[in-house]
């Protein structure tokens, strides 16, 4: 599949929205999704549906198949040594509560510390701040660097010994920053470190090996990366999986129950109670698929090249201040304009048909960092193209020009 | 939909040139309101009279041009109205943001009301609308001295 003809893939380029043709920097939030997933998730409702797992009929074993296979597909895209350290979440920020949960009720003990980074996104601070208070959890924070980047030296330096687990972004959803998380685990699985990545911006832009990488966890969400809302994947090792207790409970997750006791499903079951996001796994298959017949390389190039491109030509415009330098970067653009607020950036982008996000972008720690209270940013998938860029810049101006300022 | 009529050479100059920004001397009365979608912040402090005018108000914050200039409106609007008075003029302010085609409050005369009128292109952007409501519901709050901080993802 030729990236530089992507767009087409994608129903919605071919909508006028708000009478203009759609430049969609907004991924990093959410990304558009491919006609082969839409459609998939309307056949399967159409024509296959039925729950999974549970009953014996020709469409449930049906169904229950096809639920595993994306099982299989996750497993086969981020190498993963095992199809059952895959367990699908409703997103990565349930992902993400599920480790910290689980993790603070059969490990952690008081006064422990778990190390995040300033470049963190609430959904992996929030669900640590929790055992603050029940766990009298403390939680260290590893700071940016000018370049607004963490560094492996810096993890090392904020690494005590109650330190028990880190738990860090792969690419920071504001800066880009990508984190050297091979190299941070090797350091902190010598000190007994366990590893949590909140790999939300790394799954969709990056290409994945979990058994290089050798983190412990690693969150994943799925309508980030070309799929469907209301799914994630968190990704554990067997060995953690086995030992941590299940979040929740209900159907699905047991083994066995009687009045007087209850036993749990084996692995992948034991985390996934109640009925899942059926049709969300089904077609989530189809995003693994596409994204794997363009080619992860691919994605990485293609992405580089724009993040480039756009550093540069905002660079060059006056007034537009860009958020971090970080040397090993995705493709994430934020960025500050003097004189103009992030919020009237993105209402007068949007009348341009440039959609682009601002805000904290759910990053308050960072902006608090950088003295500010809001940015904008741009950023992109692999329907973007230079021409997107462009037509930002573009919009840019013509914020300016309304703002009467150079 | 218009930017032109969301940004008026009125609001653009508010935005940039805020009137009563600041922690004015003596006030007795004060809120805080934020807006959680976006992080603005903003601080309304008046001093109420003994015969229930509001004798000065300002506020401190920083937020979206919208935001800024409509508590810079409001501000100069409500200096010298009474108590009575100003949140009335607030309650009207509000049903024209949300639904009304006009202002019909007698407390503003004519030229108030065009002024205020600037904001109402905000209307044609729901997601806007918070920006310019927030330092109104915020004075309410400072003159009933609820002590309670607003939110604006906590009202209609």
């Known amino acids: ?406 | 939909m218009n930017l032109k009529e969301l940004y008026q050479e009125i609001i653009l100059e508010h935005g940039k040139n805020p009137r009563n920004l600041g922690k004015t001397d003596n006030f007795n009365k004060d809120a805080k309101g934020h807006n959680p979608l976006c992080g603005d912040n903003v601080h309304v402090y008046l001093k109420l009279n003994g015969q229930r005018i509001v004798e000065d108000i300002s506020f401190e914050g920083s937020g979206c041009a919208i935001s800024m200039a409509s508590a810079s409106i409001m501000t100069d609007l409500i200096k010298g109205k009474n108590e009575h008075e100003a949140k009335e003029i607030v309650e009207d302010f509000l049903g024209m943001i949300k639904e009304n085609p006009e202002l019909n409050s007698e407390n503003l005369k004519e030229d108030e009301k065009t002024k205020l009128m600037c904001l109402s292109g905000v209307k044609q952007y729901p997601m806007r609308v918070k920006c310019a409501t927030l330092s109104w519901h915020t004075l309410i709050s400072a003159i009933d001295n609820t002590q309670e901080e607003i939110n604006t993802e906590r009202m209609d």
């Open chain 1, 1 to 406: 599949m030729n990236i530089d003809t992507i767009k087409k893939e994608f129903p919605i380029f071919d909508e006028k929205i708000q009478n203009n043709d759609l430049v969609y920097l907004d991924s990093a939030n959410s990304s558009q999704k491919p006609k082969v997933v839409t459609d998939r998730i309307n056949e399967f409702y159409t024509k296959e549906f039925s729950n999974v797992g549970r009953s014996v009929h020709y469409l449930a074993v049906a169904a229950t198949n096809l639920y595993e296979n994306t099982r299989t597909s996750v497993q086969r895209f981020i190498n993963a040594k095992d199809k059952n350290e895959i367990v699908f979440t409703k997103g990565a920020t349930e992902a993400l509560n599920l480790v910290a949960n689980t993790l603070g009720q059969n490990y952690l003990q008081d006064g422990d510390e778990v190390l995040i980074t300033e470049l963190e996104h609430h959904s992996n601070y929030v669900p640590w701040h929790f055992l603050r208070k029940s766990k009298n959890i403390k939680i260290n924070f590893a700071e940016i660097n000018d370049d607004c980047e963490v560094t492996l030296e810096e993890i090392e330096k904020r690494i005590t010994s109650r330190t028990k687990i880190i738990s860090i972004t792969h690419l920071s959803n504001v800066t880009g920053a990508i984190l050297p998380i091979k190299e941070i685990t090797e350091l902190a699985h010598s000190k007994g470190i366990i590893v949590v990545v909140d790999g939300c911006q790394g799954a969709p832009h990056l290409r994945l090996d979990m058994q290089d990488l050798d983190c412990d966890f690693y969150a994943i969400s799925c309508h980030k990366m070309y799929g469907p809302t209301g799914l994630g994947v968190l990704y554990g090792k067997k060995k953690w999986l086995e030992e941590l207790p299940p979040y929740q409970g209900g159907g699905g997750m047991i083994n066995e129950v009687k009045k007087d006791k209850i036993s749990y499903g084996d692995l992948p079951n034991k985390f996934e109670a109640g009925t899942m996001a059926t049709a969300q796994v089904i077609a989530f298959d189809q995003s693994i698929k596409f994204l794997e017949k363009i080619g992860m390389d691919n994605v990485v190039k293609h992405e580089a090249d724009l993040v480039e491109y756009g550093q540069e030509l905002l660079q060059k415009n006056n007034s537009v201040k860009l958020i971090g330098n970080p040397k090993n970067k995705g493709g994430v653009l934020s960025f500050t304009i003097e004189g103009i607020h992030p919020h009237d950036v993105a209402t007068i982008l949007d009348e341009d048909g440039v959609a682009i996000r601002a805000g904290h972008h759910c990053c308050q720690i960072l902006h608090d960092k950088l003295n500010i209270s809001a940015s904008s940013r741009a950023s992109v998938g692999v329907y973007n193209t230079r021409e997107d860029l462009d037509k930002l810049n573009d919009s840019i101006n013509n914020c300016k020009k309304i703002f009467n300022t150079k």
